[in-house]
Each structure stands twice: as structure tokens, then as C-alpha cells.
């Protein structure tokens, strides 16, 4: 794949179209970073504390 950013001369202003291919891209890297920090991270520790409170007995007595 050719780097379009080498095309581009230093004066001249940078097409819309390649602006919005950019910003898309990172756009999804963030959306794949956020989902997997969801999925891997934080599901499987809620997950454990759910199963860790629910090992602990209560104590919930009133004097």
C-alpha cells in the first residue's frame, strides 16, 4: 500500500477526503481498543467480584 502522506507537499493543504479516511481509521481503532477493554478486562472482573461476593457470608444483623 502506497503512504498517501507522501503525495502531499508541504504547502499544500491536505484533501477532505483523505481528512475523513483518517479520522475513521482512528475512530475505529478507538471503538476496538474500547470493546476490548469491555470484553477482556473489565466483564472478567466484575464477573469475579459477582463470584467473590457471593462466596462471603453477610452479615447484616442488627444489635
Excluded at 503512504?3 to 475505529?28: A, G, M, Q, T, Y
Excluded at 473489565?42 to 459477582?50: A, R
Amino acid at each position: 500500500m502506497d503512504n498517501p502522506f507522501k503525495k502531499i507537499l508541504h504547502n499544500e493543504e491536505v484533501p477532505k477526503i483523505l481528512k475523513e479516511k483518517v479520522i475513521n481509521d482512528i475512530s475505529l481503532i478507538k471503538l476496538s481498543i474500547d470493546l476490548a477493554d469491555l470484553f477482556v478486562i473489565k466483564y472478567p472482573n466484575t464477573v469475579s467480584e459477582l463470584l467473590d461476593t457471593e462466596k462471603k457470608p453477610i452479615n447484616n444483623k442488627k444489635k
